[in-house]
């Protein structure tokens, strides 16, 4: 079954390659145009991980990801154009668990979304 993933971008141009691009065997594609649009699909969808822009018209990415960061623990993924040390930092501590630089490659994208998805397996020491 496809993981539930919401992409939050105002790049129309950007979502629609991603709709086109991303492994429909993997990935069951949301799209919302606007942070506040974003929120509301977020609590709707309960999706399985959250891409998401930082720069948007209205609630810009960060004020985003604190309103859903406020009601859920789904992991976010932002993928922004914003290369400034301080709004990577402000990203993070806002409650993003990733941070990807545009353009990203499709196959670090994918890989990057699943490692989200899936939960890792605690490494054990045990001696048997």
Same mark, same amino acid.
């Given at each position: 079954m496809p993981a539930k993933l919401l992409i939050i971008d105002d790049e129309i141009l950007f979502t629609g390659m991603l709709q086109d691009k991303l492994p429909q065997d993997l990935f069951e594609v949301f799209v919302t145009h606007s942070g506040a649009a974003g929120i509301e699909a977020a609590r709707e969808l309960q #999706? +399985? $991980?959250i891409l998401l +822009? !930082? @720069? @948007? #018209?209205g !609630?810009?990415?960060? *004020?985003t990801c604190r309103a859903i960061r406020a009601f859920s623990q $789904? #992991?976010?993924l932002v993928v922004s154009a914003v290369i400034d040390s301080n709004g990577v930092v402000q990203a993070l501590e806002a409650g993003? +668990? *990733?941070y990807l630089l545009k353009p990203v490659p499709m196959g670090v994208l994918v890989s990057q979304l699943k490692s989200l998805i899936q939960p890792t397996t605690p490494h054990t020491n045990e001696v048997t």
């Open positions: #999706p +399985d $991980v +822009d !930082l @720069m @948007m #018209p !609630l810009s990415g960060w *004020e $789904v #992991p976010i993003a +668990d *990733e």
